[in-house]
């Protein structure tokens, strides 16, 4: 079956730096369209970077110019590296793989991994 792992998350003070890592298993990496949401209690899950099968990479605005996420195909991998982070920043990330299909759209997440930034 299809899994997605998130590591990377911890605590770290305004300012610092933290790299997500999301390990895919169970299928096809380099077909799916990867991306990372966050969600803190009592709100939405929100869009924060995503890139394409193709490479293709979009961000919220809030995180333009901090963050970054690539992937690696050959390690069925894909990252955000965070920087310069902001006690706003403070969320559970999640990741996200999907892929449309003739039946509709594989859609799938991960359990997802705490950030907290604080002083």
Not at 15 to 40: D, E, H, I, K, N
Not at 85 to 107: Q, V
Request: aromatic fraction near 10%; proline fraction near 3%; charged fraction near 15%.
């Amino acid at each position: 079956q299809v899994q997605l792992v998130e590591s990377g998350g911890g605590s770290v003070q305004p300012g610092g730096s933290l790299r997500l890592s999301c390990a895919a298993s169970g299928m096809v990496f380099a077909t799916y369209a990867m991306g990372w949401y966050r969600q803190t209690p009592g709100k939405q899950r929100e869009l924060v970077a995503a890139i394409t099968a193709g490479g293709t990479t979009n961000y919220e605005d809030s995180v333009k110019g901090r963050f970054s996420i690539s992937r690696d195909n050959a390690k069925n991998t894909v990252y955000l590296q965070m920087n310069s982070l902001k006690p706003e920043d403070t969320a559970l990330y999640y990741c996200n793989a999907e892929r449309p299909a003739m039946y509709g759209t594989s859609r799938f997440w991960g359990q997802g991994t705490q950030v907290t930034v604080s002083s």
